[in-house]
């Protein structure tokens, strides 16, 4: 098994991980409803995605 020669300090650590963080995901408003949804997604709203109905919702009485 292989081990390191060197401690690798917490700087050099740390600048290999400078990219590991979380992405805010990209929002857009959906044109049927106009409900805030994530792009590329279907409506929760009204089940709706680019202009045409994708999943048909369940009526509440």
Excluded: F
């Amino acid at each position: 098994m292989a081990h390191p020669k060197r401690k690798i300090s917490k700087t050099r650590r740390d600048k290999r991980r400078t990219h590991y963080k979380a992405v805010i995901p990209a929002l857009g408003v959906c044109s049927n409803c106009g409900a805030t949804v994530r792009l590329h997604t279907v409506c929760g709203e009204c089940g709706y995605y680019r202009g045409k109905l994708a999943v048909e919702k369940e009526v509440t009485a």
